[in-house]
């Protein structure tokens, strides 16, 4: 079954190359050109990944990242012509998985797409237990769910990865550089700091019970006593 991508970018003739290069790659893909019509496009859809542009007509691109994460942690690649570093970071904060800066070349932003789905199966498919507990926490490796006290947490992609490899670890200080080289295989803006954008929106999502502790100057460890 060909994995489904969602290209929300109003550009007709930038779209049309990712699409023919998707369909080249075995990947099926569909369209949508107006920001005001992508909430019905990704519900409708249901894709396996999106390649979202950010300047769209009607709805920018943020504020569908934004109701997507609501209910979603699909993978989204942002492409987009915004190039400033809060303009990266205010992505990455609001959920997206990984940024291109446009121009781009076909190849690479493949490659980012098959870095993406390669994640997940490896976290679907590499770890013996598939339900991990600690305090009031339940983590479900199979279907990439996290739960407190039995209630739904919606992560990213990349916060449950980033979850999942720590817990994987517990009591073992992990540097932000093995973070970052597990989590993203390579990047166009190449910053360990992504590291510290992600616990901290793990951070917020599981106040008081997340257990990553900072070890100054190094990175973090889990603390969470697994049950």
């Keep these: 079954m060909k994995s489904k991508v969602l290209i929300i970018e109003d550009n007709s003739d930038l779209s049309k190359m990712i699409e023919l290069y998707l369909k080249k790659e075995n990947y099926e893909s569909q369209i949508c050109r107006n920001g005001g019509q992508a909430l019905e496009f990704f519900n409708k859809y249901k894709p396996d990944l999106i390649l979202l542009d950010l300047m769209l007509p009607e709805i920018n691109g943020l504020e569908i990242l934004k109701k997507i994460r609501m209910t979603s942690i699909v993978p989204i690649i942002i492409i987009s012509a915004k190039e400033t570093e809060t303009d990266r970071v205010l992505g990455l904060k609001l959920g997206a998985d990984d940024y291109v800066v446009k121009p781009f070349s076909l190849k690479e932003l493949m490659a980012r797409i098959e ?79 992504t590291v510290v954008i992600q616990i901290q929106k793990i951070r917020e999502k599981l106040p008081k019970t997340n257990a990553i502790t900072t070890v100054r100057g190094v990175g973090y460890r889990f603390d969470g006593k697994i049950k």
């Design 115 to 193: 870095s993406q789905f390669r994640r997940q199966n490896y976290n679907m498919e590499s770890h013996k237990s598939s339900i991990v507990q600690y305090n009031d926490i339940m983590i479900n490796r199979t279907a990439r769910t996290v739960s407190k006290n039995d209630r739904l947490v919606t992560l990213t992609t990349k916060e449950f990865d980033v979850l999942n490899f720590l817990v994987n670890h517990p009591a073992q200080v992990i540097s932000k550089d093995q973070i970052y080289n597990q989590v993203w295989e390579f990047d166009s803006y190449g910053d360990i700091n």
